[in-house]
């Protein structure tokens, strides 16, 4: 007993002098803090919680949310004041009533600022030099006339003339459409628009930025003449998933975003278009669908992206199968294309280093089932290393090409056999190029250099080119709000369809390298008000150039087509020299409630044609574009644009002497169009709702084309010219729900 007794003396002794020891370890009790708040936050419109929200009490404790959006206080019983702050949402201040020795769970949702979009992404340096416009979040996804397709907006860009109104034939500085270059995370893409008319062949939400170059820009850019459009798409948001549906009168299109284990980041999204219906109400003989999908995989530097567009167009008339095509021959026309991309991106000590892989697979089939089919495998390779004062960037790429062609025989063609000319035939095609520049800091941060020269090299159908680029660029600082850039360089590239569709490239090596000698200055101005000004002169001199006739009318004074060209190529396609000068005005402001920008350009584009210096045919003299979106209480943006241009030239014939015409001797009507576009999103608690109502050319102007005349008896009668072209007007309605 003595024993037992004993042993229960020292442990007691032993728990008391432990006591001091447990009790520091918890720590002292909070006088008077005996209720608790166990909350988290989310994003209202959404089903994602939000990470670094700051919750502030009356009662002096504060607390932020995590990366799942929790957070706990501890506070004193009674009427508490909590107030929840974020930089990029709206504030919440709320009222929470605690019981002593009892504890809440709470929900709290913040409502999105009006002017973020979404998440920013990280930017690093512009991987090109050169002046650029850039367009991100709402001027780039809702700009009014744009239709939701961010590319759209490049015809509101200075510098930037259509010549034919409602269809996105871009003349950028007075170069053929033709040698323009449109790159999408650095794949060259074959087509834009859907049919060229309808929608984008990328969802809108995944396009994050857009950089236009007009020209003038550096060697990292090559095998182009004319400007160059470069968008980025964006990763999957890091802040949970999401999800989007949009559903407009002829189309329908979706998105997802998901966050997986490891750090995988994964984005699919994709088109389907239905406009028949609506055309079945004018002709129920023609069929027209589209459709498109992108997939986008990220993860750390490693980027899998895969997209695809198709379009199918039908015109089911007996008479026509009867009498125009072969037996049995196809009665539509399609066109196709298929891209996979793999882009790792690193970085080793001073150097950032991109490598990727491209392949890609193009079909045009054209009505009667002649077409041709193009497998490629691409590559590039880009390195760029920075010290205090001197950049350095290489880079290399290229791609083998393969073309078949399909049903070119007399038996199954709906046409002559050589009627596509060298768009047809089997061939295979190599092109490569590198290209080296540097960049110096002559007064640091007052100014800069940039050199660099690129060389490439083209070949098919046993006929090799090859095409040196160099290039110069100069960037001063005059004042902190006053900066004054330039550039000179020569551009080429090998002869190209006058419309970017799949399939048709690397053909008719035999005409050379189309050559552009360009140069531009430029001063840009900060001002009060987050406005900015902009005044650029540029130059550019072309040589050998592809250019393409607009109109079929008479051909007056005007060069006959290359011996080497057949079929269509020979038909709608002039090699010209020429040149364009002209001055471009930009006043933008990108921040606050009323954005926008308006921007005037007084240029001159000529052509050398066998009666001598001549207008172009796309040349117009005066364009003007208002862009302007206002941001109004109740989650509405109200945005329109204003469109003025010379109307192109054309020309007049002489009903006494029609040979001897001087072509281009007048002009079509000056055309005015204006567009409109009303967005108002209804946010609920973990969904939101957006409707859109956009109409374009509500001035119902009328689109000119060219001049034609009357035919008596087959005979045309010059003395009684008429415009050709019609009266339009185009609305979009639609809906989107997103969480």
């Known amino acids: 007993m003595r024993s037992v007794r004993m042993r229960l003396r020292l442990f007691a002794l032993a728990c008391v002098l432990a006591l001091p020891t447990v009790a520091q370890a918890r720590g002292p009790e909070p006088a008077g803090r005996d209720a608790q708040i ?108 744009g239709l939701g397709d961010p590319f759209r907006a490049i015809g509101a860009m200075p510098g930037v003339a259509t010549p034919l109104p409602l269809l996105p034939l871009y003349v950028v500085r007075g170069a053929s459409p033709g040698m323009n270059g449109f790159f ?66 002829y189309d329908i299109s979706a998105l997802a975003e998901f966050n997986l284990p490891k750090g995988v980041k994964v984005e699919v999204a994709g088109h389907y278009g239905y406009p028949s219906f609506i055309i079945h109400a004018i002709d129920p003989r023609v069929d027209l669908q589209y459709g498109d999908y992108q997939l986008r995989i990220d993860w750390r530097g490693l980027t899998v992206e895969a997209l695809g567009s ?142 660099g020269v690129r060389a490439d090299v083209y070949h098919a159908n046993a006929v090799t080119l090859l095409g040196i680029d160099p290039r110069m660029s100069l960037k001063a600082t005059l004042l902190p709000w006053l900066a004054l850039t330039g550039g000179i360089g020569v551009y080429q590239q090998p002869p190209s369809f006058p419309v970017a569709l799949p399939g048709i490239d690397t053909f008719a090596l035999q005409l050379g390298l189309q050559r552009a000698y ?37 051909a007056i004074c005007t060069s006959p087509p290359p011996e080497s060209l057949t079929g269509l190529p020979a038909t709608i396609t002039r090699q010209v020299n020429g040149e364009s000068y002209g001055m471009e005005l930009l006043l933008r402001r990108k921040l606050g409630r009323v954005t926008g920008w308006i921007s005037y350009t007084l240029g001159r584009a000529d052509r050398v044609y ?80 957006s409707a859109f109502l956009e109409v374009l050319n509500l001035t119902y102007s009328e689109s000119d084309f060219g001049l034609t005349y009357p035919m008596v008896n087959g005979v045309p009668l010059y003395n009684m010219p008429m415009v050709n072209g019609f009266h339009w007007i185009l609305p979009s309605v639609g809906v989107r729900g997103r969480f």
Not at 224 to 247: F, W
Not at 613 to 636: E, S, Y
Request: proline share 6%; glycine share 10%.
């Open 38 to 145: 166990l909350g988290r936050v989310f994003e209202r419109g959404s089903i994602n919680p939000i990470a670094g929200v700051r919750i502030t009490t009356s009662a002096k404790v504060s607390a932020v949310s995590g990366s799942d959006g929790r957070f706990t206080l501890d506070l004193p019983p009674g009427p508490v004041e909590l107030v929840l702050t974020d930089e990029n949402h709206e504030p919440l201040k709320v009222t929470e009533t605690l019981e002593p020795g009892k504890g809440i769970v709470v929900e709290y949702r913040l409502l999105p600022r009006q002017h973020r979009r979404y998440q920013s992404t990280v930017r690093g340096e512009a991987r090109h030099v050169g002046e650029r416009f850039t367009l991100e979040n709402e001027e780039l996804h809702q700009m009014p006339g």
């Open 184 to 249: 999408l995370d650095g794949m060259r893409v074959p087509q834009l628009f859907h049919f060229l008319l309808l929608g984008g062949v990328v969802h809108p939400e995944l396009i994050d930025r857009l950089d236009f170059y007009p020209g003038a820009y550096d060697v990292s850019f090559g095998r182009y003449a004319g400007g160059v459009i470069d968008a980025e798409t964006r990763p999957a948001r890091s802040d949970g998933q999401h999800g989007m549906v949009e559903l407009r009168l």
């Open 310 to 451: 198709y379009d199918s167009l039908a015109i089911n008339d007996p008479q026509l199968s009867a009498g125009l095509l072969p037996r049995g021959a196809p009665n539509d026309l399609t066109l196709q294309f298929h891209r996979i991309q793999i882009r790792e991106r690193d970085r080793v000590g001073r150097w950032a280093l991109e490598a990727a892989l491209v392949g890609g697979y193009d079909e045009m089939a054209t009505f009667g089932g002649s077409g041709v089919h193009k497998l490629s495998l691409g590559w590039r390779f880009n390195a760029k290393a920075t010290w205090r004062r001197f950049r350095l960037y290489a880079g290399t790429d290229g791609e083998l090409s393969q073309f078949t062609a399909e049903s070119f025989d007399a038996g199954m063609g709906a046409s002559a056999p050589d009627a596509f000319g060298d768009l047809s035939g089997n061939r295979n095609g190599i092109v490569a190029g590198a290209f080296v520049e540097s960049t110096v800091d002559i007064v640091p941060r007052r100014l800069e250099a940039t050199v």
């Open 518 to 554: 360009q140069g531009a200055v430029g001063i840009e101005a900060t001002l009060p008000k987050d406005f900015s000004f902009k005044v650029t002169g540029y130059y550019e001199k072309f040589e050998n150039v592809n250019d393409v006739v607009l109109d079929f009318g008479p």
């Open 610 to 689: 066998s009666c001598g210096l001549r207008p172009a045919d796309f040349d117009q003299t005066h364009l003007l574009n208002v862009v302007l979106q206002v941001r109004l209480p109740w989650h509405l943006m109200v945005g329109s644009r204003l469109y003025v241009a010379t109307g192109r030239p054309v020309t007049l014939l002489d009903e006494t002497n029609p040979e001897n015409t001087i072509r281009n001797n007048t002009r079509l009507p000056d055309y005015v169009q204006l567009d409109l576009r009303i967005d108002r999103e209804w946010i609920f608690k973990k969904w939101a709702l």
